[in-house]
């Protein structure tokens, strides 16, 4: 019962996030507490009680009980639990009741953990495990929320543990460092504070749950043409300021307890095998206690693994052996089976692998499960899964995530009671792209299509038609002959001319945009552009919705067309989103999280993407995203940070304190006031300059964000606390972060390239 009881005051302590063993000594201070009393009335448990092994009692600190086990394992249990069991497990261990980690992907809700994605998500696979499907990375950074983040997290966590399973395979936190990454739906956007943000909101909702998150992959995933095989060529500047700030906050600020290592080579080494990421960053630097997970297929070595510090290699066992056998994917580079008892047991016999080795890396695991709560608190797989309240978090977070890219005339938001005709048309109106392809597609119990979205908002009042105008690229080949090209088009235009108004639905799908390989061009798949243009040339109330994860090219219709929002892949309650922004429930708060490209030219990566003889050098340092832009003065189509609203923000007052020479963090504060006629949210965006750097430094840095909600007239008073990380920059010569004493501009707007306020502040060291 004590035992419990400590567990209990645990959690209502805070959430156990963190690996920090003071901290968790802290926590279990009332505990001891507690202890010491029920030894004085004589029912003390724990080590003391007689029957109980330490390891097993709750009540003893984690490290007591993670060494008492340790010390109970023969050396071949421990190498056994260095490889998985199958495609998603971790090694169990029977004699001594140690549970395996069931994981699941992540991190866009849960997918079936039977196998590989491309068995998953295969046409005509048997889906047993349906799951909420939330709206992907770049769309939940679009929202700037990082409260509707961590909502996901929990209901993700909930579902997975009412689904039996103990460990989710996210957040993915890697940068958007080219828009044709075939996984930039997945990410959080270009920029390495938002992305931080993010990450952290969604670990905590997470791992209050007691899940394991997994954040990854660690490091610069950038790119999947050849990402097996790439080696990504990097400073040591541009990692710490771009690529590495959402692994380290996630671990020193989120507690996270695990990280998957990328495919691809860093510098020269496979991150798998690679020491100064997993031991020297990773552990040394910023104090990483938990497990390092490698990716499904990315290790090379035996002993060069190991003593990297990477602790699970996955997948293992028979499933492993067996996908390894399938040419398609010995031929798209995976490798494993190296960790396999057999031959970490032959390394440890010449002495290339340690024992010690070995007990650290099985000491990070048991010590995540019993934090976590596996060895007290087993989830059986009991619960509900896509509940109301699951639904609800998936429907607010695709609502918040919509970017109004263009309202000219105030067309948006539709006036239901003039609107008499609305036709829905494109490849993406009928059917609900709820996300990109591969491991993080979720197979949702229902989805709402823009088009169902629409019509269930329209009523009876209003009617709402349906043509194709265009299919979706490699979708069906019968569409897609000359004659039946003319025939769809034709039916676009002369339904279109007959509606009130026409709304495009265009965009990419799964199939084209997925994890895996890269997008092969920003245009819209072909005959979308000439589809919108002829709409728009009979509708003059033509909206453009884009359902694409990431920027398309709009050169050849932006012009001729009203209306333009960007919807992402919303998840399942995607439709029922757009329609309620179309109408005016919701106001457009979204902000992109990724600059917008005129041309694939203008891009920082253009000319050193995707490499040359499977090196890739990321020439472009720390510019990348609006960083490059404001650099080079180029001008994005759309910048970073943009959106729209149905109503108008005011900014004044902008205010610091102490604005003095000392290393106390920056106040900062601001009015804002919504001037328009409607309620809605801004999220207002802080840069930082340093005009007096010695090195070269950015023209602005995203340093801080807050989304306020407003009634129309409504004014707030939104703070900021800038602290010393938010004036420095990683210096190579001293291998740390460094603070220039001076004067420093804080840009305060509504974007990138839409500052309202600036002001100074002087800081020092
Ligand atoms: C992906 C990971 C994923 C893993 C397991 C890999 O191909 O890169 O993100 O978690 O597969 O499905």
Not at 160 to 189: C, S
Not at 327 to 355: D, F, H, M, Y
Not at 610 to 617: A, C, F, R, S, T
Request: net charge neutral; with cysteine; aromatic share 8%.
């Amino acid at each position: 019962m004590i035992p419990s009881l400590c567990l209990y005051l645990e959690y209502a302590l805070g959430p156990k996030t963190s690996l920090d063993v003071r901290r968790v000594r802290m926590r279990r201070f009332p505990c001891l507490v507690l202890i010491l009393l029920a030894n004085v009335l004589g029912f003390a448990q724990g080590q003391s009680s007689p029957g109980v092994l330490p390891y097993k009692s709750p009540a003893l600190p984690v490290e007591q009980r993670v060494q008492d086990l340790l010390g109970r394992m023969t050396l071949e249990e421990k190498v056994a639990m260095l490889s998985g069991a199958d495609w998603m497990q971790s090694v169990a261990n029977e004699r001594l009741g140690i549970p395996s980690i069931k994981m699941a992907d992540g991190p866009l809700g849960i997918r079936s953990w039977s196998g590989p994605s491309s068995q998953t998500n295969a046409p005509g696979a048997r889906v047993e495990i349906k799951t909420t499907s939330f709206p992907v990375g770049v769309a939940m950074a679009a929202t700037w929320d990082p409260e509707v983040v961590q909502a996901e997290g929990r209901a993700i966590a909930q579902e997975l543990k009412a689904l039996g399973r103990d460990m989710i395979l996210g957040p993915t936190v890697n940068i958007n460092r080219t828009p044709l990454w075939g996984r930039n739906f997945e990410g959080y956007g270009e920029d390495p504070y938002l992305t931080s943000r993010l990450g952290v909101a969604y670990i905590k909702g997470v791992q209050g749950e007691g899940v394991i998150a997994t954040v990854k992959h660690f490091a610069a995933n950038n790119q999947e043409f050849e990402r097996h095989r790439v080696n990504a060529k990097i400073d040591e500047r541009a990692l710490q300021e771009i690529y590495f700030p959402a692994f380290k906050t996630a671990i020193q600020e989120a507690g996270v307890w695990s990280v998957m290592s990328a495919y691809n080579k860093l510098n020269d080494l496979y991150c798998a095998e690679n020491p100064f990421l997993l031991t020297d960053t990773l552990r040394k630097q910023w104090g990483f206690k938990g497990f390092v997970v490698s990716d499904w297929g990315s290790t090379y070595s035996t002993a060069n693994t190991v003593n990297a510090g990477m602790d699970l290699e996955m997948p293992g066992g028979d499933p492993m052996k067996l996908w390894l056998k399938n040419p398609r994917a010995q031929a798209a580079g995976n490798s494993g089976g190296w960790l396999t008892s057999e031959k970490v047991q032959t390394e440890i016999s010449l002495g290339k692998i340690s024992k010690d080795t070995v007990d650290e890396s099985i000491g990070r695991i048991l010590r995540v499960m019993f934090i976590s709560g596996m060895f007290d608190h087993p989830h059986f797989a009991t619960g509900e899964v896509d509940t109301p309240e699951q639904q609800a978090v998936a429907r607010k977070a695709a609502t918040e995530s919509i970017v109004l890219l263009k309202n000219a005339e105030a067309l948006l938001p539709l006036n239901s009671s003039k609107i008499h005709s609305i036709v829905v048309i494109g490849p993406n109106a009928a059917v609900a792209r709820t996300g990109g392809g591969g491991s993080s597609l979720v197979h949702p119990k229902y989805s709402i299509s823009p088009l169902k979205g629409i019509q269930d908002r329209a009523g009876s009042q209003i009617q709402v038609g349906n043509v194709l105008g265009v299919s979706m690229e490699n979708e069906d080949q019968s569409k897609d002959t000359p004659a039946m090209r003319e025939q769809l088009l034709n039916e676009a235009v002369s339904t279109a001319s007959k509606a009130d108004v026409a709304i495009v639905v265009v965009g990419r799908s799964s199939a084209l945009e997925s994890e895996g390989f890269d997008i092969k061009a920003l245009d819209l798949p072909p005959g979308q552009d000439e589809m919108i243009q002829a709409v728009a040339k009979a509708n003059k109330n033509t909206i453009v919705v884009i359902n694409a994860g990431g920027p398309v090219f709009m050169g050849k219709w932006i012009e001729q067309v009203p209306a333009v929002l960007h919807m992402w892949y919303g998840g399942q309650e995607g439709g029922n989103a757009i329609a309620s922004i179309l109408f005016g429930d919701a106001n457009p708060s979204g902000k992109l999280p990724v600059s917008f490209v005129r041309r694939w030219e203008d891009s920082p990566a253009y000319g050193h993407y995707p490499g040359e003889n499977l090196q890739v050098e990321y020439a472009e340092g720390i510019y990348v995203g609006y960083r490059y832009f404001d650099k080079r003065n180029v001008e994005p189509l759309f910048p970073f940070g943009y959106g729209l609203s149905y109503t108008t923000f005011a900014y004044s007052e902008l205010k610091v304190s102490p604005g003095r020479k000392t290393d106390q963090p920056v106040e900062v504060s601001l009015r804002v006031r919504n001037t328009g006629p409607r309620s809605g949210a801004e999220v207002v965006e802080l840069y930082v300059h340093d005009g007096h750097s010695s090195v070269d430094r950015p023209i602005k840095e995203l340093k801080s964000f807050r989304r306020v909600n407003l009634a129309p007239k409504e004014t707030q008073t939104v703070r900021f606390t800038l602290d010393r990380s938010a004036f420095a920059y990683y210096s190579i010569a001293k291998k740390d972060w460094v603070v220039e004493p001076g004067q420093f501009e804080i840009l305060v707007g509504a974007s990138s390239r839409d500052i309202r306020l600036k002001t100074v502040v002087n800081v020092g060291k």
